[in-house]
């Protein structure tokens, strides 16, 4: 009987999300369950009192060890013990143990309750590695490639971004890792709770909980642009828009602002993670970043902290903490610590995207906001509710449905502000009136933890250099730390691709005997420095601008990237962002359109599907030969001049056989590179080799104009 005093409805009434989600929460319970009779068995088998009893009842002694031992190992037992034995390093011969089975299944219950209400997570790279591992055949199988992907160094980064899915991991591989904890210990230790949150946050690495990491805070000048857009006046959504001028870089901005009474106080805005970006200051596995949603000494918190003692903020001065996402949570988690609170006056802490339910400031006049969008998936419960407070307003408002990750966008919260609950603006706004007046001083930090080197290094630890662009500064080298790339290349007719290339110029194609070679790349760039999107070009390589030869695009490739003349110049582009493509053509002088596409090009099938093109690329590679790097030079146009642009990549590429791989159009598809692969005749023929490299990072450098 529901509270309102009506029976529930059928379960196909029900929110399936949230009945998945409760049941994937049981099996949970009863996998810590099983682990906890399967500790107490294994210790049983071991006592003392036990194993000295066979000399006296060698009998019943025996019986019972034996009937422990079938229970622990048996085809129908419990597994090995889950926690280290009491006479050290024992192992016990058996299968993998039950309880990491049935919490396998737990995690395909929360998959599966995470995409009945958002399918579009399914095209989320740590999900696909994440489904693709739990879809390995039978429940061993699936263990064997779930533990696999959490010793995998470059599943990571995809995993780290599974927020709605962070707590089954970590259980879940809290289990998989008791077993050789037991044998000898993996470098994991398991991290205290939080007081009003789960029972562990996950395992931390020893050195860090040991040693307290290597966090550090740097002052950083704003640009010219930036400078134009932080807000000179306090207020709710001017601090949201100074955490959107921040949010690309791991950046939090200190302010000094001038109350209605003449009093100054400080502000301290802090940005969550931008979805594809890199960041040096964030966790470098998804254990950490569960640790870092409850620990209050964590890398982010730490480096806040350096920032404030070095901006000079006076003890006992009054402070407001303005975050969104994993900002938020980080400065949610200062304000926790009674020794923050005993330094600073915090008066007030207020969230956008950010889960806040179950936490209680040190200092109880805090005044905590936590604003999230329904359709937001980052801002999961993480705890039992406070229950009501005076000086708490939570607001969590059904917003415009849409895909993630858009939803958790500090953007999409300033538009909702706005326009979807502006009693949320006013009310917020209404609680910082000491806040509300001109801002006297402004500094900018960028937060890092020097306990490990910066994301890519050391092949994408670049000196780099700001160019503006129609979407905002880019830094050039354009960098892109998680990537996957399949070139189709085809033979096709020389004269038909040389009508394709630039009128009045001299850019010719390069022959292979009588033909010309066609290349259709395909790019899924999940993290870059311009933000995750995917990239379909044609591209035909061409000879020497000055001195053409024949076949000199062979005798090219043994050269360095940077000595070649020849290169592959652009005939179209498609990318899914505005960014790239403002990139593409104002930088490297490449006709870019905009077309969403769905990638899948890390396996052995590939598939590449964009929806305004009528573009469909799938099929699975044959067997494969390791190759060279591919690194490239492309060429493209600006007004009368050709761009050269050198393209570095390190990855493992292999070189396949294309037969099984087809590309198919749709007879409505999309001009230009519809129109210019139907005149090269390969709509309707197989590429003769596939390059594939399903993972490897790169990076462009700006485009140099050539006066050709």
Known sequence: MRADGHAP????????????????????????????????????????????????????????????????????GLGRPAVPLPKGPARLPGRPGLPAWVAVGALRLR?????????????????????????????????????????????????SGLIPLMAELTAVRRLLE????????????LAPGPPDGPPSAGPVPLTEARD????????????????????????????????????????????????????????????????????????????????????????????????????????????ALIGHGEGGTALLNLARDPDFCRAYQVTHVITVGSPAAGRRTADPRTWVAAITDQHDMVPVPDGPDAGPHPN????????????????????????????????????????????????????????????????????????????????????????YYDSSAAHLCYLVDADAAHGLLPAGTRTVPSRLGGRALAVLSLYEHRCSTIGPYTEVALTLPVADLWRPRPYDIAADLLRRADLRRTGRHVLSLAVSSE???????????????????????????????????????????GPGVRCPEADWVLYGRRDESTVRTLVRA?????????????????????????????R?????????????????????SAGAVLPR
């Open 9 to 76: 409805g059928p379960p196909d009434e029900q929110d399936a999300g949230e009945l998945l989600r409760r049941c994937a929460q049981e099996v949970l319970d009863v996998a810590e369950g099983i682990r906890a009779v399967s500790a107490r068995t294994g210790a049983a088998l071991l006592d003392p009192r036990l194993t000295g009893s066979p000399d006296r009842r060698p009998r019943t002694a025996l019986a019972a060890r034996w009937a422990l031992l079938r229970a622990l190992t048996g085809g129908q």
């Open 111 to 159: 998959v599966a309750a995470v995409l009945a209400g958002h399918p579009e997570f399914a095209r989320d790279p740590g999900m696909r590695r994440l489904t693709d591992a739990l879809a390995t055949g039978r429940d061993p199988a699936a263990v064997r490639s779930l533990r696999s992907l959490f010793r995998d160094p470059g599943a990571q980064r995809a995993l």
């Open 178 to 189: 008791e077993d050789a904890r037991a044998g000898g210990g993996t470098g994991w230790a």
């Open 212 to 319: 307290g990491g290597g966090a550090d805070a740097e002052a950083v000048d704003l640009t010219g642009r930036e400078r134009q857009t932080i807000a000179t006046e306090g207020s709710f959504l001017g601090f949201l828009r100074n955490i959107r001028a921040l949010s690309t870089d791991g950046r939090i901005l200190v302010q000094n602002v001038r109350g209605p009474d003449g009093v100054v106080r400080y502000v301290v805005q802090a940005p969550g993670t931008s979805p594809g970006r890199p960041r040096d200051d964030g966790p470098r596995d998804f254990a950490d970043a569960w640790h870092d949603l409850f620990a209050a000494d964590s890398p982010h918190t730490r480096s806040i902290r350096l920032a404030l003692a070095d901006y000079g903020i006076p003890r006992g001065a009054d402070l």
């Open 392 to 479: 708490r307003y939570e607001l969590r408002y059904p917003g415009p449905a849409g895909p993630y990750p858009l939803r958790h966008t500090v953007r999409d919260y300033i538009e909702h502000l706005r326009s979807v609950v502006p009693q949320a603006r006013e009310i917020v706004d209404d609680a910082l009136t000491p806040y509300r007046g001109p801002v006297v001083r402004t500094r900018a930090y960028r937060l890092r933890d020097r306990a490990h080197p910066p994301e890519g290094h050391p092949f994408l630890t670049l000196p780099t250099a700001s160019v503006p662009t129609a979407t905002g500064p880019v830094d050039v080298p354009v960098r």
């Open 579 to 621: 960014e790239a493509r403002s990139v593409a053509r104002e930088i490297w002088g490449q006709p870019a359109t905009l077309s969403s596409a769905v990638a899948d090009l890390m396996g052995h099938h590939i598939r590449f599907a964009t929806m305004e093109i009528g573009l469909v690329v799938a099929g699975r590679l």
């Open 650 to 678: 390190h990855g493992a590429p292999r070189l396949h056989a294309g037969a099984r791989v087809r590309l198919r159009l749709d007879t409505a598809a999309a001009e230009p590179m519809a129109g210019q692969l139907r």
């Open 680 to 700: 090269l005749g390969i709509d309707a023929a197989r590429p003769l080799l596939v390059l594939h490299n399903p993972r490897f990072t790169a990076h462009r």
